[in-house]
């Protein structure tokens, strides 16, 4: 069985509970459950998140876990000092411990380390000797892992499920939360659907549809149809509220999911641009060296180096 301690504190934030729905499905795919939570504060009892709503808790004892994690809060927020001691002393007995939030940066001296792109400046000041990765998703250095907060905490739940039990757990998992793609601790925290950032639910539902659609090809006259709009009105339209056009909008579409799946080695560099609707990987190649300035084998190898 593995112990999996989730430590709470005043005004963590909600989302981060989805961590035991993660852990839930991995039990409900296997013959036996592997998994065993158990949820955690200093002094146990009730501990209010930031939406207000309370989550009973046992206190911090000698109780042995494989893995602890914090559940971060919204303001990177650094634990009480019997927390961090408890971490302290617990680091050296478990296998794993982090979370999205500064209270695992207590723990590090010259390892790598994620935050929310929020609180990434604070946290280069306040922790110079822990080498910040910006704008990634997850990252673990030495049985510390440290994650972007919010979303990203499925993320972290979803690579240790991988670790513990191997890819295809990890996958169904994945397929049963529903999450469009299992992000790799290298992707990107910010969404080119939020960036793009269309004004009417019509250009939205547009986009939606092409990033659900980005195998097939994607001309206007498809995306005005979705959008009710003739394929004039569309091009107007989008332009307007997105400040480029839908040709632009779909590469950016297709380059975010083909960078989510570089970070699997298995999967080739001619399936990905096939399955991102590229067609093939020169193309694919133009349109990284257009946004990044970097090849998808150079992001691949970059990604293959911060999980070793």
């Not at 504060?41 to 876990?65: K, L, Q």
């Not at 979303?151 to 739940?157: E, F, I, K, P, R």
């Not at 799946?261 to 067609?279: D, K, P, Y």
Request: one cysteine or more.
């Amino acid at each position: 069985m593995i112990r999996i301690g989730l430590i709470l504190y005043s005004q963590f934030q909600l989302i981060n509970l989805a961590v035991t729905t993660v852990f839930e499905y991995a039990n409900e795919s296997l013959p036996e459950p592997v998994y065993e939570m158990t949820l955690l504060s200093e002094e146990g009892g009730p501990v209010m998140t930031s939406s207000g709503v309370a989550i009973e808790t046992v206190p911090f004892d000698a109780t042995r876990f494989d893995t602890l994690l914090v559940l971060g809060d919204n303001h990177g927020t650094v634990g009480s000092p019997g927390l961090l001691e408890f971490l302290r002393r617990s680091a050296s007995r478990v296998r794993r411990v982090g979370g999205p939030c500064a209270s695992a940066f207590n723990l590090l001296d010259g390892q790598r380390a994620i935050t929310h792109w929020l609180h990434a400046a604070k946290m280069s000041h306040d922790y110079p000797r822990v080498r910040l990765m910006e704008d990634k998703v997850f990252a673990h250095d030495e049985g510390t892992w440290t994650s972007a907060g919010v979303s990203a905490c499925v993320d972290l739940a979803l690579a240790f499920v991988e670790q513990d039990l191997g890819i295809e757990a990890a996958k169904l998992v994945a397929k049963k939360l529903v999450v469009f793609h299992r992000r790799t601790g290298g992707q990107s925290q910010h969404s080119a659907l939020l960036e793009i950032g269309p004004r009417s639910d019509r250009i939205q539902k547009a986009l939606t549809y092409a990033k659900e659609n980005l195998d097939q090809e994607l001309p206007v006259d498809k995306l005005a149809l979705v959008a009710h709009l003739s394929p004039r009105q569309f091009e107007r339209a989008f332009a307007y509220e997105t400040g480029m056009t839908p040709a632009k909008a779909v590469e950016r579409l297709r380059i975010e999911a083909a960078r989510a799946m570089l970070g699997s080695s298995n999967i080739s560099l001619e399936t990905i641009a096939r399955e991102t609707g590229f067609g093939d990987s020169d193309r694919m190649r133009r349109a990284f060296v257009r946004l990044y300035g970097q090849t998808p084998q150079i992001l691949r190898r970059s990604y293959r180096a911060e999980a070793a």
